[in-house]
């Protein structure tokens, strides 16, 4: 089992910045690729960033892609999300995942609670 605990979420006017942080505990952290999804009032959670056991390879949906910077630290076991130039429609409670599958897998078996972000226009 790994256990996820999301922070650095909060209330941001359009075009500025925010950064979740997300610690794991449990089993080895550099074992998993970590993910961040999204859920949106009235929509489905939605994959956001991925990035590899290493940090050497990353992942983007093309809706956050040059915005969204995901990166790791596994002396910390810990991995980030960078969040700039956000937009109303981030608006979302974000999520950060573990997976023992392959980055590009998007599938991912081990889940955080939620950090609430709030984008205002």
């Known amino acids: 089992q790994v256990q996820l605990v999301e922070s650095g979420g909060g209330s941001v006017q359009a075009g500025g910045s925010l950064r979740l942080s997300c610690a794991a505990s449990?089993?080895?952290?550099?074992?998993?690729?970590m993910g961040w999804f999204r859920q949106g009032p009235g929509k489905e959670r939605e994959f956001v960033a991925g990035?590899?056991?290493?940090?050497?390879?990353?992942d983007y949906d093309d809706s956050v892609k040059g915005r969204f910077t995901i990166s790791r630290d596994n002396a910390k076991n810990t991995v980030y999300l960078q969040m700039n130039s956000l937009k109303p429609e981030d608006t979302a409670v974000y999520y950060c995942?573990?997976?023992?599958?392959?980055?590009?897998?998007?599938?991912?078996?081990?889940w955080g609670q939620g950090t609430q972000v709030t984008v205002s226009s």
């Open positions: 995942a573990a997976s023992g599958r392959p980055l590009y897998s998007r599938r991912y078996a081990y």
């Open positions: 449990g089993r080895t952290f550099s074992n998993y690729a």
């Open positions: 990035v590899n056991w290493s940090g050497g390879s990353t």
